[in-house]
């Protein structure tokens, strides 16, 4: 056999622990002498130092990659691509082309003993985010559609031109826009947009809550019917129908509060 590629022999005291008045063996291949006079000034010789891990790349989104909500919205609740690698989003608003879009902050993105970049406070907008995915600066939104509702034009996105109105076949109502805020959940604010498979009612919540009131009132008519004390035929039966009515009164605000809690709806 070829022993030419076999490790050196090492010393017999590497492979037993220390005992007491030996002195500490030498790393294996590594003279004892080498070893120690080495110590003072640096790592010893034969053995690998252990540099600190670079940081991982940070994949910074701007508005070169991303021009819907729902693109973003990916990332909320996981920072990360598919590498692994934080992702920090970083949009301004089209319509100005110069304030940045307020978005969460990634802590996993931060450099170390560092915060995230200065940013000039007034040059950040808070998102206002239409039912066609396309965000906006909440300020420069609100003072564009001013400018439509002033010539008289119809309310559009300022990207798409997707009309912001109800259908007229059923309400025709005004389609405001939604403002998203980093401090809360994206479920509680923001419902889905069309790209994400999301659609616009045919009423708005108003109107909804206009017809519901209105179907409620004709159902408690028929339930209980306006009646003299006369036709009572005991003072049992007229605290029975009060009763009753008392009832549906607290359990029609409870479905009216809970409805209001569950539906988020444009």
Known sequence: MDYSMSPP?????????????MRPSSPPGVPFHAYHVSLPSGPPPGLVRVERPAPSPICRLTNS?????????????????????????????TICADCTLEMPANESALRPGLGPDPVVESMVEPLAVLPCG???GSRCLDTWLSSKDVSGEVPTCPQCRFELYHPARNCGHYLAPKQYSPQLSRSDQIPWTIPEGGSVPG????????????????LEELLFPQVGFENYRSDDDERLVQGARLMFARNVEIMRHE????????
Do not use: K
């Open 9 to 21: 022999p090492y010393e017999a005291s590497s492979y037993f622990p220390l005992q007491i008045g």
């Open 65 to 93: 990659e991303i021009s819907l909500f729902g693109d973003i919205a990916l990332y909320f609740d996981h920072p990360y691509d598919l590498n692994g690698h934080p992702v920090v989003v970083d949009l301004t608003c």
């Open 134 to 136: 396309h965000m906006f």
């Open 203 to 218: 009423e708005c919540e108003a109107c909804v809550r206009a017809q519901t009131d209105y179907q409620i009132e004709r």
């Open 259 to 266: 409805v209001r809690e569950r539906t988020l709806r444009w």
